[in-house]
């Protein structure tokens, strides 16, 4: 636990990062397409393909909304968040949260220059809780494409506060918040979809290198069996399920997206995601059907609905 001759919140609330140069071709949002599943099950799956090939002649494939999650990488190339005036072990840090907003669909290659931020910081008694956001513009036209909000779980690093009243900073709507009400009736669409055990090996190559998913003395020291799938991986994999059965297969009604993290997942686990449609918003929760454990639950909103629903 860290003590609060450590922490300096001045430090931390003032620091500027630095703007962040993400540049990606077609190739890279297919990579990414095949790490988080698609075409998975199917080689021909009709919702998929576009997202991976240049189905009956489109011009440029799809892309998943949770590619723009990958834009602040550069951010932690080795898996530590840069939080000056906080000690912290990076070993043991974990991916809580991520949300996202996207107010235009994802080109499918281009140069994005990402302003990243301190959007929170707070101090849970065992551990801390960093939320970093992202705003991400095309370089070239200057425009807005999307907004990333990550929150890191830094187990161990809590504790630090002043004062009796815990440290608690935030700079963003309370309706942001991914906590949600799962509802007790049956789910309006369920879809199931196994991991590969080497689904983390070939999601890192989308840029995520961290060693907690490919090593397995890195994953002993933080607390695991075995090296886990990354977070943003599960997270692919259920609003994939999504735009799959709700959105016919167009990952453009996506506006935006939130998930928080319950319990790791072992690449090679099978994951159900489950959904139940409230107006334009899909609450939906992953379990992982080989320990029947809940592992992500959240909210997907949606543009509009598909006219076949
Ligand atoms: C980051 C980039 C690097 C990527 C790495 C990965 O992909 S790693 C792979 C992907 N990631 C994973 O595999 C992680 C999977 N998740 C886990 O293992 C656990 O959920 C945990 C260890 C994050 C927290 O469990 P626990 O039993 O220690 O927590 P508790 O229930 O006792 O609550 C304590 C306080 O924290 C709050 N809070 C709780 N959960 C979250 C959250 N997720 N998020 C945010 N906040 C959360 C909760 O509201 C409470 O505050 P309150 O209400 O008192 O003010």
């Not at 929150?151 to 004062?163: N, V, Y």
């Not at 935030?170 to 007790?184: D, L, M, T, W």
Request: charged share 20%.
């Amino acid at each position: 636990m860290a003590n609060s001759s450590e922490f300096n919140a001045e430090l931390l609330l003032s620091h500027k990062y630095p703007e962040r140069i993400f540049t990606y071709t077609e190739r890279d949002a297919v990579i990414y397409a095949l790490g988080v599943g698609a075409c998975g099950r199917s080689a021909v799956d009709v919702d998929e393909l576009k997202l991976v090939y240049h189905e009956n002649g489109q011009q440029f494939v799809k892309v998943l909304p949770t590619f723009s999650a990958l834009f602040s990488l550069k951010l932690m190339p080795t898996g530590a968040l840069e939080l000056p005036g906080l000690e912290y072990d990076p070993r043991l840090l974990l991916h809580g949260q991520q949300y996202i907003e996207i107010y235009k669909p994802l080109p499918s290659n281009g140069s994005i220059r990402n302003e990243v931020s301190l959007a929170g910081f707070h101090d849970k008694g065992k551990a801390a809780i960093a939320e970093i956001e992202t705003r991400s513009y095309e370089k070239e036209s200057g425009e807005l494409l999307c907004m990333n909000r990550m929150t890191a779980f830094l187990r161990g690093a809590g504790g630090f506060s002043k004062s009796s009243q815990p440290f608690s900073y935030s700079n963003y709507p309370k309706n942001q918040v991914p906590a949600v009400k799962i509802p007790k009736t049956q789910p309006f669409k369920v879809f199931e979809d196994s991991t590969q055990p080497s689904q983390a090996l070939l999601y890192r190559l989308s840029g995520d290198y961290n060693p907690l998913h490919s090593d397995p003395m890195v994953a002993k020291v933080a607390g695991f069996s075995r090296p886990i799938l990354h977070g943003l991986c599960t997270l692919g994999f259920s609003v994939r399920a999504i735009i799959k059965c709700i959105c016919r297969g167009d990952p453009d009604m996506v506006k935006s997206i939130s998930g928080r993290f319950l319990l790791h997942v072992y690449p090679g686990e099978t994951l159900i995601t489950e959904m139940w449609l409230d107006s334009t918003r899909v609450i939906y929760q992953a379990k992982v059907k080989e320990r029947n454990r809940t592992v992500l639950s959240g909210f997907v909103d949606l543009n509009r609905l598909a006219s076949s629903l």
